[in-house]
Structure formats: structure tokens, C-alpha cells
């Protein structure tokens, strides 16, 4: 099934941050075990996938009403691996950071993700992730501790922000293996 570019998806109005102290039931993901370290390596790890993904010819095909295909789910991580490094920078600089909320869905609809061209998604979404790849690799052990907020009060500390933004990644890599068609 294709839906037509632009249809809107139900927004998701989970709070994720479950999944800092529980598996996640959907792609097995077990924040608690990942160390800082492993970040960066997992990101580039997952970059070729992403790439592999986009080739398909049914990039751009949502399955359901309610899921959004592969070029939309990789036009997100594009932007959560701009949004985190962002953040991380933040987190490191000053001293108890507030993030703004960050809409994913209506993001999704401003930029038009649906609309894009999945090679230029593509060749974003690496550049983007050896970035935030490269930014976490750099953070010391001294760094681990310091804090930031979310705009609904919710406290990470650098390694938590990082297992939260692993965990989102990882994430859509499951999703978008479930999408295609």
C-alpha cells in the first residue's frame, strides 16, 4: 500500500525514556548495558544500512496508514543524529542545559520527508551520523555525570543521553527491517 506524500501519521506521543532502565520489547534494545564507548561504533555500524535501505525501490512506500516508510524514518535519524550532537554539545558546554521540544512529527510535515530524495537522504543521514559518532567518541569519562533536561522535566545525564539517542536509532533500524513491503 502507498500512501500519497504528505498524508499526515498519527504523531507519537510515547515518552520513551522507559527504556533507559527496561528492554525494549520491540527491537531488544538494553540501554543499561551500553557504555559511552560503544556509541560512536554503533552509529557508523548502522550508517550502511541505512544507505542500503534508501536503494530499495520501495524507499518510499508507507505499509500502513499509521507507519511511515523507510525514506521518512531515515529523514528522521538524519535529523536526531543533527538534533543529539546539538544537545550533547549543549550538555557539555553549560551546565543544565533545558532542550527545546523537538515535534518529530510535525518536523516530518514541515520538511516534507515523504518528498525527499532518498540518495540525498542518504549521503545527510552519513554525514550527519559520523558527525554525532565522532562527538560522542570524544566525551571523557569526567563528562559522564553532567546533566540536561528535557522540556518536560525529564533528567539525562551524558551517558543516559546517549543510551536514549542509541536507543532511537537502533530503533528504526528495526521499524524500517518491519516496512518494507
Known amino acids: 500500500m502507498s500512501l500519497m506524500v504528505g498524508e499526515s501519521i498519527p504523531p507519537d506521543t510515547k515518552d520513551w525514556t522507559w527504556v533507559l532502565t527496561a528492554p525494549c520489547p520491540e527491537c531488544g534494545f538494553v540501554a543499561t548495558e551500553i557504555s559511552i564507548g560503544q556509541i ?3 552509529v557508523r555500524a ?3 544500512r541505512w544507505t542500503a ?3 530499495r525501490p520501495d524507499a518510499r512506500v508507507r505499509p500502513d496508514a499509521t507507519t511511515w516508510s523507510t525514506l521518512e524514518y531515515a529523514a528522521h535519524v538524519r535529523d536526531v543524529f543533527r538534533l543529539f550532537a546539538e544537545r550533547l554539545d549543549l550538555m557539555l558546554r553549560e551546565d543544565d542545559p533545558t532542550f527545546d521540544d523537538w515535534d518529530q512529527d510535525a518536523a516530518a510535515e514541515q520538511a516534507r520527508y515523504a ?3 532518498p540518495m540525498t537522504v542518504a549521503v545527510e543521514l552519513e554525514e550527519a551520523g559520523r558527525a554525532v559518532a565522532e562527538r ?3 566525551v571523557m569519562p569526567s563528562q559522564l555525570a553532567r546533566t540536561g533536561l528535557r522540556s518536560n522535566g525529564s533528567v539525562f545525564t551524558v551517558l543516559t543521553f546517549g543510551r536514549y539517542f542509541l536507543h532511537d536509532v537502533v530503533h528504526h533500524l528495526h521499524d524500517i527491517d518491519s516496512v518494507s513491503v
Request: proline share 13%; net charge negative.
Open 40 to 42: 560512536g561504533p554503533e
Open 136 to 138: 560522542f567518541d570524544q
Open 115 to 117: 518528498s525527499l530524495n
Open 46 to 48: 548502522g550508517i550502511p
Open 53 to 55: 535501505a534508501l536503494m
